[in-house]
């Protein structure tokens, strides 16, 4: 599977030289000149109108917005008066279009923490908007701008070392120093959680159920409760959730929030993934049209697993007024109709 790897763990990175890297990565330039262009002639309008004359995917613009979003935040935190992305128009768009033309958006992206160096507040706003690492850096210049700072919270995940891969191609951004890689990974992927983990002896089950709830709501992975016994041969509950880098701070707050636990513990491991897609269908169930999101994990190209979408089944179950078992019988047997066994 191929794969984008991003190291600006010395260099930092802005969205010029993400787009020079990947400029120097593939047979881009003219895509590159393109951009340039359409943004120089496009200065001072609405960044929706650059994007549709960029014919951008919708997975880029999204992505666009996104970098938008947070920049327009950190700014606005710092400066009065109403924001104009105007002068950073290239730095956000030049990089997305590139990667949109290179297929990189469907594709794991993976970066290691950037160094900062004397970075602007913007800048650490938005780690701190994503709980992005950074890495320790001496250097008295500025290294990550904050358009570098938004483009690698919003693209990449991030590793403290190289992933397993291999390398197919190198882009270097001389002027700044930033690598890109692309590569090859197994589709059985490594990536890296975190898992939050504490004892609990003296709260009601009904405190703990609304924890799991929220810890769910706010994005963790999976969160799962043990019983077992503690000191003093007190029952105890142990409450252990699987997150994140970007996520575990946040959720850790929620944890002690809502059970009044003291501590938590905090350990980040490795996990190998299947490859996993996941698309919604139209499925005729009793006679009425429901949109049921399957997700599909492959091996070796080789679908292992098919699942459809529990909160979707239970929709339709209640809007049809059935059995949740019925639906769920309907949908597994016109499964093979759409996905290729």
């Known amino acids: 599977m191929r794969m984008l790897f991003i190291d600006p763990n010395a260099a930092g990175i802005s969205g010029a030289a993400f787009t020079a890297a990947l400029t120097n990565l593939g047979d881009v330039e003219d895509v590159r000149k393109n951009a340039a262009d359409i943004l120089s002639r496009f200065t001072g309008h609405n960044p929706e109108m650059v994007m549709n004359d960029l014919e951008l995917s919708p997975a880029a613009q999204e992505k ?16 009065e008066g109403t924001f104009s992305i105007t002068r950073i128009l290239p730095e956000v768009l030049c990089p997305i279009a590139l990667m949109d033309a290179m297929d990189f958006l469907s594709c794991p992206v993976y970066a290691k923490p950037p160094a900062l160096g004397t970075c602007l507040p913007e800048t650490l706003e938005i780690c701190a908007l994503h709980g992005m690492p950074a890495a320790e850096s001496s250097a008295v210049t ?13 693209l990449a995940v991030f590793r403290r070392s190289i992933p397993s891969m291999t390398p197919l191609k190198t882009g270097f951004a001389k002027e700044s120093g930033l690598l890109v890689v692309e590569g090859e990974i197994s589709d059985l992927t490594e990536e890296r959680i975190v898992i939050l983990e504490t004892n609990i002896d003296d709260v009601s089950g009904e405190v703990i159920g609304y924890a799991v709830e929220r810890l769910l709501a706010a994005g963790a992975v999976d969160v799962f409760v043990t019983q077992g016994f503690g000191k003093k041969h007190r029952p105890v509950f142990v409450v252990s959730v699987i997150t994140t880098l970007e996520q575990y701070r946040s959720l850790t707050e929620i944890l002690m929030e809502e059970t009044g636990t003291l501590g938590v513990r905090v350990r980040e491991e490795p996990r190998i993934v299947a490859d996993r897609v996941r698309k919604a269908y139209p499925f005729m169930i009793f006679g009425e049209e429901f949109s049921v999101r399957v997700k599909v994990s492959k091996h070796c190209g080789r679908i292992i697993s098919a699942k459809p979408e529990f909160e979707d089944l239970k929709k339709a179950a209640q809007k049809l007024k059935k059995p949740l078992k019925d639906v769920i019988t309907e949908v597994q047997r016109q499964m093979p109709e759409f996905v290729d066994y």
Do not use: I, R
């Open 64 to 79: 666009a917005d996104a970098v938008f979003s947070d920049l327009e935040a950190a700014f606005t935190k710092f400066h």
């Open 142 to 154: 500025e290294l990550t701008t904050p358009s570098g700072a938004a483009l690698l919270a919003n």
